[in-house]
């Protein structure tokens, strides 16, 4: 059986550290990644919907060192040394939600955000959409709460209280409704 009470994310797991165009460079630790302004590394981002087409958000853990305690997207992460990106969110999604789903890609992006002193975000970010009309069996080491928010509501929620919000997620769901919404149709 699945726990979601153990830690997944380790300050010195190895990173994929990459170029622009995607290709591998190196690899560094994940506290090393977010030092400073950050080295640029693979992440992704996943946007889970359950069939009321509602989109589930997550609160950040309180003890993250980037963006405690604000709203985010369904799941984000890295992948690991020597893991495709498609295997990575599919352990973290049932590592930190519970759920287990199948995922489309949607595009990619590369971003920067700095949270105050504490470090950045620097990286090469794909992002995945899916469907589950499981129940989140929220693991407490990354997720503090999460909701559900009508699809409708996600554009006047972010633009009514962006300060609640992670910059990626934001960047993200911009992209998401005015670019992709025929494909989060489709999961439906």
Known sequence: MYRNDE???????????????????????K????????????????FIFNRDRELLVQKRAGDKRLWPLYWSN??????RKGERIEQAALRRMQQELGIRTDLKFLYKFKYHARFEDAGSENELC????????????INPFEISEYKYIPLGEVSAELSSHPENYSPWFKMEWERISTEFMVEVDKLF
């Open 7 to 29: 830690v997944v994310s380790f300050d010195s797991e190895p990173l994929i550290l990459v170029n622009d165009e995607d290709v591998e460079t190196g690899y560094k630790s």
């Open 74 to 79: 369904s799941c984000c992460s890295h992948p």
């Open 126 to 137: 794909s992002v995945f959409i899916g469907v589950s009309t499981d129940e989140p069996l």
């Open 31 to 46: 506290a090393e990644c977010h030092d400073g302004d950050g080295i640029l590394h693979r992440a992704f981002s996943i």
